[in-house]
């Protein structure tokens, strides 16, 4: 019996079995560059980053260390920018208040609820478990340019930040990668 079209193609017993299967074809007739600078873009956005990038390479077709390598460096140097540009303006921010820089009038602009919430939880681990347990844990709840960031802005020395997001980052994307890498197998796509 024939399998009733769902469109372009797709019959409901081939989506069953792949429902990527049109996305990896696309993927894989672009240039071979392209394919790792798509995923190290994908690894600098915010909530997809390196683990989320390189689980989504993989499962898009392209080769999983290419995809996990790719993510990393993508993800890093989003980081990078961030600490960067945090510790500058930190320092800015301190030369101000030193050489009495800082008006009375001004008010700080109030931070919504839930960022106030998340950071809060970000200082606890910072507290508890110093930068390399805050970063190791952070990207249960905070993408990894916020937890930057955050440290940066706090006064931990770049270098140090740097030293341990790059660690988490590994981390993050090894194990995702992993997991991406037995789904695909399990599933056989």
């Given amino acids: 019996m024939e399998q009733p079209a769902l469109g372009a193609g797709i019959t409901k017993e081939n989506t069953m079995d792949n429902p990527y299967e049109g996305m990896q074809e696309w993927v894989q007739q672009l240039p071979e560059i392209v394919q790792p600078l798509g995923v190290a873009v994908a690894g600098m956005i915010p909530y997809i980053e390196g683990e989320g990038a390189a689980g ?26 961030v600490v960067l540009v ?31 919430k998340g950071q809060r939880r970000l200082q606890g681990w910072l507290s508890r478990f110093g930068v390399p ?42 194990v995702i990668s992993a997991l991406a890498i037995g789904l695909v197998g399990v599933l056989g796509w």
């Fill in 86 to 116: 945090s510790s500058r303006v930190r320092q800015k921010v301190v030369a101000g208040r030193e050489g009495g820089g800082e008006s009375a009038d001004a008010a700080p602009a109030a931070p919504s609820t839930r960022r106030v």
């Fill in 56 to 81: 989504i390479g993989i499962i898009l077709g392209i080769n999983p260390v290419l995809a996990a390598i790719s993510a990393m460096i993508g993800n890093f140097l989003s980081v990078l920018a």
């Fill in 133 to 174: 347990g805050a970063s190791l844990l952070a990207p249960l709840a905070l993408p990894t340019q916020l937890t930057a960031a955050f440290f940066a802005a706090s006064g931990v020395r770049k270098e140090r930040v740097l030293f341990w997001q790059a660690i988490a980052i590994v981390a993050w994307t090894v």
